[in-house]
């Protein structure tokens, strides 16, 4: 078989199109495979749908040999397959490993002996040599020996404007030896540091590690800022006083809860394993999402309190979200905390909208939440403007004071009669 194909990237979304384009920019053939018809033929035609590439970086992909497929067969042309689909959590709240299980499906048809697999999708531990490589051998050939199998954690940061696929290093974690070596040597291309991991569950373990860390830590200062509201301690203040310590602090801020595709998802396949493996609950996570699961609803709380200062009810009451995406400076809305407070608010009779510079449409429960236009103008006529996402097209203090009342969930608005901070 003529491999004419380098590398072959399943899944064209935050995480596949970013690295399909390292690769290619490396002088690599890369093709993109997906399911979806409208972003295989918009990527064709020159046009991104990521924050983090723009139609011009698309456009210099397509001129260096990239191209985007539905079609399957050109696995079988591929020197390197890499597995970048969604691992989203299922309605009932646990690992949905269909997106993976379906591409894992389309390479089994087109394994060819020498090819190095590697799965980037965020699972739980086990999942590469308990799930993925028993169907791969399914095709006759023996991980290791005929093919090489690897996982590598992938670690996009959406609108990281300092660390890309490029100089972020790379986890990699093979069956075999052989196989790390194999995925070390592809990465190597186009990554300037690859880290190597004993083998693929600890390459697993080491981005839910990474992302636990930052949901617990989260949900500590969510706690916080609960309290420390109710004890009138400033805990912004506070943040900065203890991140002046130049060692043992680094510095999580509270918010409205917690959002995208990682934080809110990971700790939960971390958790569903050590209970579905071991028999009992990783108590740290578990609380952790609790807490973090519950900042929507009580920044209702705080909302509603506010407008009592006014005589207002929430029933009835103008309220108007400012910046629906979960990070500052993406238009992405995957697991925003925006979304469960809008239901909340909606279910208590709020009249709703919203204004965000990057989202032209955001929908609750197939209810289309109106978007208004004249940001200042919009500000004045309600009751009560709360700050979502600190997008740097904001003028935050302005907006506060063009507000009946401001309620700031990030912390950066300036002090005054009618802000309150989260």
Known sequence: MNRTVDAVIIGMGYVGLPLAREATAAGLRVVGLDINLEVVDGLNAGRSHVDDLDDSDVGEMLRSGFSATTDSCVLRQARTIVICVPTPLSSDGLPDLGPVLGAVGAVVEHLQPGTLVVLESTTYPGTTDEEIRPLLEASGMVAGQDFHLAFSPERIDPGNPKFGPKNTPKVVGGHTPACTDAAEAFYTMFVDTVVRAKGTREAEMAKLLENTYRHINIALVNEMARFCHDLKVDLWD?????STKPFGFQAFRPGPGVGGHCIPIDPNYLSHRVRARLGYP????????????????????RIQDQLNLDGTPLRGASVLLLGVTYKPNIADTRESPAVPLAKTLLAQGAILRFHDPLVKQFSVSDYDVPRVDDLFES????????????????DIDAMAAFSTRFLDTRGVARRADRVQLL
């Not at 506070?238 to 203890?242: E, P, R, T, Y």
């Not at 108590?283 to 519950?294: G, K, S």
């Open 238 to 242: 506070v943040i900065n006083a203890a």
């Open 282 to 301: 990783f108590r740290f996570v578990e609380l952790a999402q609790e807490i973090n699961a519950t900042m929507p609803s009580y920044i209702a709380r």
């Open 379 to 394: 500000l004045r006529d309600a009751d009560i403007s709360v700050l979502l996402q600190n997008h740097d097209g904001y």
